[in-house]
């Protein structure tokens, strides 16, 4: 079992930045595909970002590539999203996940989910 916890959210301006934690207890995280993915009012839950197994290799979305960063910190199990150029439309909830499928960008394979924290962008 893996519990994630995330934090971090809250309101911010456009053009502003804010930085997401992940801690994970159980498992180490080491051993999953730690993802990002968010959730908007009345929109289907979308892929983020993710990290290999190790930090090695990131994935983004092509909506948030350049402006958001996923990073890991295995001593601490825990991983970071840092969020710069916030748009209005990157208002979510955003939910920490882990995998170990390949098909780590597709909500339906995440094997384990955080409770989800809140991100507001205002214009």
């Known amino acids: 079992q893996v519990q994630l916890v995330e934090s971090g959210g809250g309101l911010v301006q456009a053009g502003g930045s804010l930085r997401l934690s992940c801690a994970a207890s159980g498992r180490t995280f080491s051993s999953y595909i730690m993802g990002w993915f968010r959730q908007a009012p009345g929109k289907e839950r979308e892929f983020v970002a993710a990290?290999?197994?190790?930090?090695?290799?990131?994935s983004y979305a092509t909506s948030v590539k350049g402006r958001f960063t996923i990073s890991g910190d295995n001593a601490k199990n825990t991983v970071y999203l840092q969020m710069n150029s916030l748009k209005p439309e990157d208002t979510a909830v955003y939910y920490c996940?882990?995998?170990?499928?390949?098909?780590?960008?597709?909500?339906?394979?995440?094997?384990?989910w955080g409770q989800g924290t809140q991100v507001t962008v205002s214009s």
């Open positions: 996940a882990a995998t170990t499928s390949v098909y780590y960008s597709d909500p339906r394979y995440s094997e384990y």
């Open positions: 990290i290999s197994r190790g930090g090695g290799r990131t």
